[in-house]
């Protein structure tokens, strides 16, 4: 009999911690390696200056640049995905992910 919940991940394979940020309307995903307490330090010294852009890894190892002013909403989430090695968040080592059409 078999114990496992519909949504369950098998467990022969390897798995990893994805963060989502969205911001206003737009959502990116977060490259693996990204230091999740700076870049909110960053995000927070942006705000506070009245506004400034902060730069971060998305998956697919493209960095991005997003303004943050203290109208700006900013939500960090978390989840846990099937292992990517290609995710290094090594901006000078793209490669095809979810900007690709």
């Known amino acids: 009999m078999n ?15 994805r963060t989502q940020i969205a911001i206003d309307e737009a959502s990116f995903f977060l490259a693996q390696g ?14 506070h ?3 400034g852009f902060v730069s971060f890894v998305v998956v697919g190892n493209r960095e991005v640049s997003a303004l943050f ?13 099937p292992y990517d090695a290609r995710d290094t968040g090594d ?5 095809g992910g979810f900007f690709d059409a």
């Open 91 to 95: 901006s000078d080592d793209p490669y």
């Open 49 to 51: 200056a009245g506004g």
């Open 3 to 17: 114990d496992d919940q519909p949504g369950d991940m098998p467990s022969d394979r390897s798995t990893m911690v």
């Open 34 to 47: 990204q230091d999740l307490v700076a870049l909110k330090a960053r995000i927070e010294e942006a705000v």
């Open 69 to 81: 002013t203290p109208h700006s909403r900013a939500i960090l989430s978390v989840e846990t995905v």
